[in-house]
């Protein structure tokens, strides 16, 4: 630890080493930064851009840019919530996340999310209400690809962990979208015991046969909001 | 002096959140006692008496009536409030907009339902088009989408608690917005 170094995220010192992102230092000193695409695990993308800070007079994904000495980084702040709230927003109305029927609800990262940064607002974008397709071919796991947010999680962990390579994207853009590697998800090498099942922060890659397991009041996301568990080691 | 008037109506909902007022329990009393309900199922008031303080609205617009519906009240209320996922985003309701954008599953299910269903007993053989009926919608819209909506109030359907609080809030004069802990979307 001879060459690790410090520097402030909302002005309070936090320890670094060469090599480590913004991210990782600030969850290892218990700061909380919101993140979708990003997974414990997982090699990191810098896709959905909820993790945004703002260091050295610009806006950076913490989850990719590394930590420097004295670095300046602004992350718990109105103005920094406020974007988020509204990138959260955005994915809300780019899919169809119909909280009330979805069995992910109160286990889903993004709903929580939501509720971290107080997605109470009347909206101001319009529902764009796509007609995706529902993939129920394979035995044990159900794609319903309107609640993909195109995090890529699946898709890093079926070719980092698991070796398969079932989940790709596809698409450029806002068609960008994410697909399996064969017709169906039954014609993959996709086994319910995947990692790449296990990380879907949304109701997009299902377990069969499980529904609704865990009653209200025992889900994830019912006592304390998401990033607790990090904050909690600052106490 | 007049107490503030409160107005409700249950638009394409399923009176849930309606239903969610009685999870206020004996705090229903100490409401009661500062408000008085105009229009609303509660009273079984039809139109408005006079304008109302507070507007709440359960449901998204499925057909034309909930739009005029929808209208009336933001046009006779002061603060219009959206009451759970339904009127907010469109909830369960809007399940069908995945089916509504094209002619053929929606001719499939009107025919399902009303023509071919196994089950059926309907004489007429038509799909019902009687001109007393409100004419249904291309899709659930949620409120904001037709009028102006000043609060929205998450929940499917919402706790007592959080609508308790909100309006005894807006009374006072102190709402600032919800706890973010008690915020649900189911």
Known sequence: ?235 | MTRPRVATVSLAGCFGCHMAFLDMDERLVTLMARVEFDRSPLTDLKTFTRRCDIGIIEGGCCNEENVHTLIEFRRNCDVLIALGQCAIMGGLPAMRNAIMHADDPLRECLEEAYLTGPYLRNLTRHVPNDPALPLILDKVYPCSDIVDIDIQIPGCAPSGDIIFDTLTALLDGTFHGFDRARLRFD
């Not at chain 1, 909380?32 to 851009?49: M, N, S, T, V």
């Not at chain 1, 962990?161 to 090498?189: Q, S, W």
């Not at chain 1, 069969?208 to 994830?220: D, M, N, V, Y």
Request: charged content about 25%; some cysteine; glycine content about 10%.
């Open chain 1, 1 to 235: 630890m001879t060459d690790a170094f410090t520097f402030r995220i909302d002005g309070v010192d936090v320890l670094a080493r060469p090599g480590q992102t913004i991210m990782e230092a600030a969850d290892a000193a218990g700061i909380y930064i919101p993140r979708l695409c990003d997974h414990e695990g997982l090699r990191h993308q810098g896709g959905c851009r909820v993790c945004t800070v703002r260091a050295g007079g610009r806006s950076v994904a913490a989850c990719t840019q590394p930590a420097e000495p004295g670095l300046d980084v602004e992350n718990d702040t109105p103005a920094r919530n406020r974007i988020r709230r509204d990138l959260v927003e955005m994915l809300f109305h780019e899919g169809n996340h119909l909280c009330p029927i979805c069995e992910k609800s109160g286990n889903c990262e993004l709903q929580a999310m939501a509720y971290r940064l107080e997605m109470t607002q009347p909206t101001r974008f319009p529902w764009l209400e796509p007609c995706r397709a529902l993939d129920a071919s394979h035995p044990d796991i159900a794609l319903d690809t309107n609640r993909c947010i195109s995090c890529g999680r699946c898709i890093r962990a079926s070719q980092d962990i698991d070796g398969k390579g079932v989940f790709g994207y596809v698409g450029r853009g806002i068609h960008r979208r994410v697909a399996v590697n064969g017709p169906d998800l039954a014609h993959t090498g996709a086994a319910v015991t995947d990692a790449a099942m296990a990380v879907c922060p949304v109701g997009c890659i299902i377990r069969k046969g499980e529904g609704f397991s865990t009653p209200i009041g025992e889900r994830a996301f019912d006592h304390g909001l998401i990033g607790h568990e990090i904050e909690e080691k600052r106490k």
